[in-house]
T-cell receptor, first 116, second 111 residues
Framework: DVKVTQSSRYLVKRTGEKVFLECVQD?????MFWYRQDPGLGLRLIYF???????EKGDIPEGYSVSREKKERFSLILESASTNQTSMYLC???????????????FGPGTRLTVT | SQKIEQNSEALNIQEGKTATLTCNYT??????LQWYRQDPGRGPVFLLL?????KEKRKERLKVTFDTTLKQSLFHITASQPADSATYLC??????????FGSGTQLTVLP
């Protein structure tokens, strides 16, 4: 079974702190994604990566950066946390395309981040 | 801009009935549509994928339809059970790496 793990389930940080969220997958997937999920807004894509050291902006990249130094690990960084970044953060991974169809995404359990 | 709408935030049905959830989209021509289930405090779990040239897909008690003319997908759960209670998300992709998710419909199956 694919397993996607996230470093913390709950995290409380202060405004202005630098925050690291780590995600590890064990299925050798090429693609990795970071989303945030807020009530009524659904899942919104922050960044994704389709290879080591490669990254692409999603729909809401402002205030975030990412790092992918190893294939299995994808980190989300909040350079200076703000209260409007309080949210549930979800990491996902997927394999490469097969016959033109996107593979399903496998999600981690999420990190609920509170910025005070 | 692209928009995905899922019918009513919450849907309550009686056990044994068929639940029908709707996903409508605008300003989008997706090639693929996926449905996920999400339980409280957990990440979404993939259920089904349907391509734009497929009208219908089935998996056990689940059925998905995809109408590119109406720009709509319907997700059906037949013979619903309380264990089917969860939030169901639809997700669309044009370029295959990225998915755009709807905000979800919370389904409650009453015993």
């Amino acid at each position: 079974d694919v397993k996607v793990t996230q470093s913390s389930r709950y995290l409380v940080k202060r405004t202005g702190e630098k925050v690291f969220l780590e995600c590890v997958q064990d299925m050798d997937h090429e693609n990795m994604f970071w989303y945030r999920q807020d009530p009524g807004l659904g899942l919104r894509l922050i960044y994704f990566s389709y290879d080591v050291k490669m990254k692409e902006k999603g729909d809401i990249p402002e205030g975030y950066s990412v790092s992918r130094e190893k294939k299995e690990r994808f980190s989300l960084i909040l350079e200076s946390a703000s209260t409007n970044q309080t949210s549930m953060y979800l990491c996902a991974s997927s394999s490469l395309l097969m016959r033109g169809a996107p593979y399903e995404q496998y999600f981690g359990p999420g990190t609920r981040l509170t910025v005070t | 801009s692209q928009k995905i709408e899922q019918n009513s935030e919450a849907l309550n049905i009686q056990e044994g009935k068929t639940a029908t959830l709707t996903c409508n989209y605008t300003n989008y021509s997706p090639a693929y549509l996926q449905w996920y289930r999400q339980d409280p405090g957990r990440g979404p779990v993939f259920l089904l994928l349907i391509r734009e040239n497929e009208k219908e897909k089935r998996k056990e008690r689940l059925k998905v339809t995809f109408d590119t003319t109406l720009k709509q997908s319907l997700f059906h759960i037949t013979a619903s059970q309380p264990a089917d209670s969860a939030t169901y998300l639809c997700a669309l992709s044009g370029s295959a790496r990225q998915l755009t998710f709807g905000s979800g419909t919370q389904l409650t199956v009453l015993p």
